[in-house]
């Protein structure tokens, strides 16, 4: 069975950084990818970061480009997604996701699975 555990989230003012953690068990992420989504409530999820399998390829919404990275420890084990200049915009339930399928950079929703979440909360 493979699970993902979110941790890292907090409150912090804006300009603050935050550090968060995908840690998996099951399985590593060695040929899987992985990607960072959020959400707020009575809106939908978005994308915000995504690690292609190779831990080479990421790609980022465009609100968070320049200031979150995304990496992967070496290994293969976690996940993280570093969060610098946060503003209030950045709030949101922040989950962690890997495909089901190794060898595949695109597969999320039903495709993968997914941890419970971890809160970030900017203030202004």
């Known amino acids: 069975q493979v699970h993902l555990l979110e941790s890292g989230g907090g409150v912090v003012q804006a300009g603050g950084s935050l550090r968060l953690s995908c840690a998996v068990s099951?399985?590593?992420?060695?040929?899987?990818?992985a990607a960072w989504f959020r959400q707020v409530s009575g809106k939908e999820r978005e994308h915000v970061a995504t690690l292609s399998w190779t831990a080479v390829g990421t790609d980022y919404a465009g609100s968070v480009k320049g200031r979150f990275t995304i990496s992967r420890k070496n290994d293969n084990t976690t996940v993280y997604l570093q969060m610098n200049d946060l503003t209030p915009d950045d709030t949101g339930l922040y989950y962690c996701a890997s495909p089901k399928t190794p060898y595949n950079d695109y597969a999320w929703g039903e495709d993968a699975y997914w941890g419970q979440g971890t809160q970030v909360t900017v203030s202004s």
């Open positions: 099951g399985r590593t992420f060695k040929t899987h990818a």
